[in-house]
């Protein structure tokens, strides 16, 4: 997806292994949309930064000296206001207690380094469009992180799920244990687009950004449980 100008989304890779950061430099270099403007270690993240103007962040969270946490706090200080890149966590782990810490302070999502390399380009799409990327395998993990490391208690959110319709609770029980639109769709015995616009809608009546804030607030509602 390139911008309004015609330009190509540009991609940081941040990665402390250099065997994966040329593997998704490949893949996305694949892509004539999408140019990977620099890939780098944690310490040289700052640096690629400031020097060029980023669209997209591939962001290891696990890396010594500076790991994604620590990056993608820099990130958040250091971008202007309105040019903040999206940024995505990338794991190796379906479990991984930082990806929580990582979405609570801005991430836009995560993403398993063993991704298909065709939905990683979709992704990297999906974020330059201001989209949350999730990647499905990991989100009941997440959850789970969310509701370790937070206060479970959230007297508002079985008021919100309760405006759900029938079919929206069903749809939010799916997005509950990280299923992706396709599933839901076979499961549910609906079109793909018309499962689309039952999580659009979710998302926007329980006012959250994202599925896993979904997520969240289902288990938090003591309505539903992330299975």
Not at 70 to 96: C, I, K, N
Not at 220 to 226: I, V
């Amino acid at each position: 997806m390139q911008d309004a100008g015609g330009e190509p989304v540009r991609v940081l890779v941040v990665d402390d292994e250099h065997l994966v950061r040329s593997g998704i430099t490949a893949i996305l270099s694949s892509a004539p949309d999408i140019t990977v403007v620099a890939a780098t270690d944690g310490i040289g993240a700052a640096e690629a930064l400031a020097r060029h103007p980023v669209d997209v962040v591939l962001l290891d969270i696990r890396m010594p000296v500076a790991d994604g946490l620590s990056v993608l706090a820099s990130v958040t200080e250091t971008a202007v206001a309105g040019a903040r890149p999206a940024v995505a966590m990338l794991t190796t782990f379906h479990a991984d207690e930082k990806v929580a810490a990582a979405l609570a302070a801005g991430a836009n999502g995560y993403l398993l380094k063993d991704t298909d390399p065709d939905l990683l380009i979709q992704h990297v799409r999906a974020l330059a469009s201001g989209a949350a990327v999730l990647s499905s395998g990991v989100t009941a993990s997440v959850v789970e992180g969310f509701l370790r490391s937070r206060s479970a208690v959230d007297p508002g959110a079985a008021h919100r799920i309760a405006q759900l319709s029938p079919r929206e609770r069903e749809v939010l029980q799916h997005l509950a244990r990280g299923a992706p639109n396709s599933e839901i769709a076979a499961e549910m015995h609906l079109s793909l687009p018309t499962v689309k616009e039952h999580v659009g809608s979710v998302l926007t009546k329980l006012r959250v950004a994202n599925r896993v804030q979904a997520a969240v607030l289902a288990v938090r509602s003591g309505h539903l449980e992330a299975r």
